[in-house]
């Protein structure tokens, strides 16, 4: 049989209760103890993607002079390819989806 130190003994029961402790001071149901960090959904950032470029178009035709029926055309296409809409409210264009919701300003 095989001999150990009473030094190499304690250390072991040290850990061993060490680990039990650890064991039963983690909450259950978690997962991890570490939390995870808190990031947009990917479709959530598409959509800021998409009324970025929407924006982008819009002011740009704006800017450029085009006429209220252009405009009117560019709105209906930016709200078929990306369901977003494009306004223009006090100098400030905001872009929102077809449930009214704002998505993104500026001017």
Do not use: C, H, W
């Not at 060490?18 to 939390?35: D, E, F, R, W």
């Amino acid at each position: 049989m095989m001999n150990i130190s009473t030094q190499t003994k304690e250390t072991l029961i040290i850990f061993g209760v060490a680990l039990a402790v650890l064991y039963i001071t983690t909450p259950k149901g978690k997962g991890s103890l570490i939390p995870k960090p808190d990031t947009a959904p990917a479709t959530e950032l598409a959509t800021k993607e998409n009324a970025m470029i929407a924006l982008d178009a819009y002011v740009n035709a704006s800017k450029a002079g085009e006429s209220s029926a252009n405009l009117n055309a560019l709105n209906n296409e930016l709200a078929s390819q990306y369901g977003l809409r494009v306004y223009k409210q006090g100098g400030i264009y905001i872009a929102r989806n077809s449930s009214g919701t704002d998505i993104l300003k500026g001017k």
